[in-house]
């Protein structure tokens, strides 16, 4: 299967900061990616589309400047949480597709943890 | 509004017993569906995939069988294993959209 990392696993970071997490596909190109959020015993809920060379395509109830998303090349998206809370602590996972392939290979997800 | 719906938050079977998961959806609009297992702190793996126009997928011991008519999928697992223990999520996808919806999840336990 493919590989999809992201970065870092794990952050801590203090109110009104922000982090940014980087989700790349390594063996394989990747036009589009997505970023999903998970709570608690919860699902992976879709946040946001990430399309290279465009602007994300966000969920309803996503803020877009909060969760800043960036797909400068076809093996790198980015998401920036903005100003920091800590209600913004999660587990926030990256998946990529490969062109006209509907499996996705997920990243190792980030656990955010904002004090 | 949950599309992707998993009723069962957790299950625990016997070790070598068959393990059954089951996924319920509301979007016809869904023709693609997948089963990814997943441990804390970490990505979903992918398992097994079925298209809708199957109504059944097997690879090893898992089986994913779909009934379109009642807008249900089940995976099969047999004989489980100690080391399948983890959260299964099912999803669905609509052509060209590529968006995974996915279910709540259901922690499986195999005892051994």
């Known amino acids: 299967g493919a590989v999809v990392s992201q970065h870092p696993s794990r952050v801590i970071c203090k109110s009104g900061t922000s982090v940014k997490i980087e989700c790349r596909s390594l063996?394989?190109?990747?036009?589009?990616m997505f970023w999903y959020r998970q709570f608690p015993k919860q699902s992976l809920m879709l946040m946001a589309t990430s399309n290279e060379g465009s602007k994300a395509t966000y969920e309803q109830g996503v803020e877009k400047d909060k969760f800043l998303i960036n797909h400068a090349s076809l093996t790198l998206s980015t998401l920036t949480v903005t100003s920091a809370h800590p209600e913004d602590s999660s587990f926030y996972i990256c998946?990529?597709?490969?062109?006209?392939?509907?499996?996705?290979?997920f990243g190792q997800g980030t656990r955010l943890t904002v004090v | 509004d949950q599309q992707v719906k998993q009723n069962s938050p957790s299950l625990s079977v016997q070790e070598g017993r068959i393990s059954i998961l089951n996924c319920d959806y509301t979007n016809s609009m869904f023709d693609y569906f997948l089963w990814y297992k997943k441990y804390p702190a970490e990505g979903p793996t992918f398992l097994i995939s079925?298209?809708?126009?199957?109504d059944k997928n097997e690879d090893g011991r898992f089986t994913v069988f779909l009934n379109k008519s009642a807008k249900h999928l089940s995976l099969h697992i047999v004989p489980s294993q100690p080391g399948d223990s983890a959260v299964y999520f099912c999803a669905a996808i609509s052509s060209g959209t590529y968006k995974y919806i996915f279910g709540t999840g259901t922690r499986l336990k195999v005892l051994a």
């Open positions: 998946s990529a597709s490969k062109p006209s392939n509907t499996e996705a290979f």
């Open positions: 079925i298209s809708s126009i199957k």
């Open positions: 063996d394989f190109q990747a036009t589009t």
